[in-house]
Nanobody, 123 residues
Framework: VQLVESGGGLVQPGGSLRLSCAAS????????IGWFRQAPGKEREGVSC????????EYADSVKGRFTISRDNAKNTAYLQMNNLKPEDTAVYYC?????????????????WGVGTQVTVSS
């Protein structure tokens, strides 16, 4: 069982990145997917979530209107499209899978975690 994030990198303010979260060893379609981030010296925080049904996506207030979460169950992959990035978005981004299928903001509600991908927003 594995989740692997990719797509992070260095981008200028106002730029965009698309993060991917590829699952192996289990069927991602049965799981809710959460994206979390952790900046240096700060606690891990929830960014977005998509339930197993694909509807009723959720976003943190800080990213609403800029980030879009999606999933492609046929590819066993979830995505986080990040637009209009700001320096305060700089963090390690993690994807996580929750077997109950519904979204939760608590870290402890998720069964599987990726190792994270670094996103740095700087000029």
């Amino acid at each position: 069982v594995q989740l692997v994030e990719s797509g992070g990198g260095l981008v200028q303010p106002g730029g965009s990145l698309r993060l991917s979260c590829a699952a192996s060893g289990f069927t991602l379609g049965y799981y809710a997917i959460g994206w979390f981030r952790q900046a240096p010296g700060k606690e891990r925080e929830g960014v977005s979530c998509i339930p197993s049904t694909g509807g009723s996506t959720e976003y943190a207030d800080s990213v609403k209107g800029r980030f879009t979460i999606s999933r492609d169950n046929a590819k066993n992959t979830a995505y986080l499209q990040m637009n209009n990035l700001k320096p305060e978005d700089t963090a390690v981004y993690y994807c996580a899978a929750r077997g109950m299928g519904t979204c939760r903001w608590s870290n402890t509600a998720y069964d599987y975690w990726g190792v994270g991908t670094q996103v740095t927003v700087s000029s």
